[in-house]
Nanobody, 121 residues
Framework: QLQASGGGLVQAGESLTLSCAASGRAFNSYFMGWFRQAPGKEREFVAAIKWSTGSTYYADSGQGRFTISRDNAKNTLYLQMNSLRAEDTAIYYC????????????????WGQGTEVTVSS
């Protein structure tokens, strides 16, 4: 089970950290990622991490502004978002998968419920 939290309303230029608490499985063998879906748009990949090694991969939209990380002790995934822009407004979802067959950005099997981020300009 994945439980995302931390969304809210912020001003452009501010920062926000999202959390995703993982339970019920040994996610330390998984790839975990963040996705987002803006109003009227398709869901898109944001960032991903290989839990066991900490290796990361980012979409161009978040490169240099977003940082994905995990806390093994708390079994929690994070997304630190800096310099937020109005176009970052979306519902953010955390997701997990075991196999890397489809690469970093797709093929995720487990999804959290989403947390809403609104950035006002």
């Amino acid at each position: 089970q994945l439980q995302a939290s931390g969304g809210g309303l912020v001003q452009a230029g501010e920062s926000l950290t999202l959390s995703c608490a993982a339970s019920g499985r040994a996610f330390n063998s998984y790839f975990m990622g963040w996705f987002r879906q803006a109003p009227g748009k398709e869901r898109e990949f944001v960032a991903a991490i290989k839990w066991s090694t900490g290796s990361t991969y980012y979409a161009d939209s978040g490169q240099g502004r977003f940082t994905i990380s995990r806390d093994n002790a708390k079994n929690t995934l994070y997304l630190q978002m800096n310099s937020l822009r109005a176009e970052d407004t979306a519902i953010y979802y955390c997701a997990a998968k075991f196999a890397f067959v489809t690469g970093w950005t797709s093929g995720y099997d487990y999804w959290g419920q989403g947390t809403e981020v609104t950035v006002s300009s």
